[in-house]
């Protein structure tokens, strides 16, 4: 019998899944995830409230999830000040990157575009593709910020159905100031695809916020916009900040209308009971939890200032990574770090590495081993 030849779809065909490497090494400082791992007391909680939804797991979970997206709101008022949010502000799903996938099925789509602007995450392109939407990209500047005339520029000539902004961008760790997030939004409210009646709608413009707990004093949140345009959506996580890449929660704030949208394109049911749970019960350690964000900022700084002392090039960084360079052959540092047993990550422009904020112990090895790789 001759071999069965699947019918991939011809854009997918010889590609490889999206994944940083995932080593058994002394130090992990490659995916930016938050070192600390929940107290004991947080796991007990954590425990309790799995072991309280456990006996009704034969039954299907709250679709709509409206607690957890009133204590999401509620988190939101406290950490960023953003008033006036309730549960019709939010949506919630198995981290940013359902929540992101969800955007692009609901405003992407054959025929429409999704703007970003280079460089920046990895996985918003994959997002379009998957979604079959057009991907184009703008450039950020030399220092890796954004210019608001040259944004502006790309939204009316693209007229992006999506713009994705991320504030700290990833994989350089700056922020968006709040004005350029608003000429963004300001234009976009007439840049976005054609509709049925041949009038121009709104791009929708999301900024994620994926790192935003870790942001410098003085550095606003782009949800201080949302009162003000509707087809602005502000994306979050509960995996960095709060210690949970493992539990797969990420969020958004946005208009009711649009919220709406999205509960249209997610699978049924997609939250689970489980996460739900794990969820709210880690919000209500979030004074505990958000008291680590002050240690880890303090140690992005100290290796910040590190790093520049020994005269390499750093990006300022309002997220738990540093971007560092320009390094001739960076794939022989980060070879070089690896064979010490710290593992950072190969990512961004040529001649830049990006390494995630660890304990002070992680950060001391780290320091150590790229003197001895650099002969510093």
């Not at 456990?54 to 509620?74: E, K, M, Q, V």
């Not at 000040?81 to 955007?103: F, I, K, Y």
């Not at 004074?287 to 303090?298: D, N, S, T, V």
Request: net charge negative.
């Amino acid at each position: 019998m001759p071999p069965t030849s699947l019918p991939v779809r011809p854009d997918l065909a010889g590609l490889t899944p999206y994944g940083a490497p995932q080593l058994d090494v002394p130090v992990l400082l490659n995916v930016n995830e938050n070192p600390h791992p929940p107290s004991a007391e947080v796991v007990a909680d954590l425990a309790a409230a799995v072991a309280e939804v456990g006996s009704g797991l034969n039954r299907y979970p709250d679709r709509d999830f409206l607690a957890l997206r009133a204590d999401l709101a509620d988190y939101l008022g406290v950490e960023s000040g953003a008033t006036g949010l309730g549960a019709e502000n939010v949506w919630a799903a198995n981290g940013s990157n359902e929540v992101m996938l969800h955007l692009l099925q609901a405003f992407g789509g054959p025929g429409r575009t999704a703007l970003s602007f280079a460089p920046t995450y990895s996985m918003y392109p994959e997002y379009a593709r998957d979604t079959m939407t057009a991907w184009v990209t703008g450039r950020r500047e030399a220092d890796f910020t954004l210019d608001p005339e040259h944004a502006v520029a790309q939204l009316r000539e693209h007229r992006p159905a999506v713009v994705l902004l991320a504030s700290p961008n990833n994989p350089t760790g700056t922020a968006l100031p709040l004005a350029t997030i608003e000429a963004v939004a300001e234009a976009a409210l007439t840049t976005g695809p054609a509709g049925a009646d041949g009038a121009p709608t709104a791009s929708v413009v999301v900024v994620d916020e994926a790192y935003a707990e870790f942001r410098r004093e003085g550095t606003p949140s782009a949800l201080a916009l949302l009162d003000r345009y509707p087809h602005l959506a502000v994306s979050r996580t509960m995996s960095k900040a709060f210690g949970l890449a493992g539990a797969r929660v990420g969020y958004l704030a946005a208009a009711p209308e649009l919220v709406d949208v999205l509960r249209v394109v997610r699978l049924p049911y997609h939250l689970s009971a489980v996460t739900q749970a794990v969820a709210r019960a880690a919000l209500r350690h979030r004074g505990a939890l958000m008291a680590q964000i002050a240690e880890l900022r303090a140690e992005r700084d100290r290796t910040v200032t590190w790093l520049r002392e020994q005269g390499l090039t750093v990006a300022d960084s309002d997220a738990n990574f540093v971007l560092f360079g320009h390094l001739e052959d960076r794939e022989r540092v980060w070879q070089g770090l690896l064979d010490r047993g710290v593992l950072i990550r190969v990512v961004g422009p040529p001649g830049w590495l990006r390494v995630s904020i660890g304990t002070a112990a992680e950060m001391a090895a780290f320091r150590v081993a790229l003197q001895e790789v650099l002969g510093l």
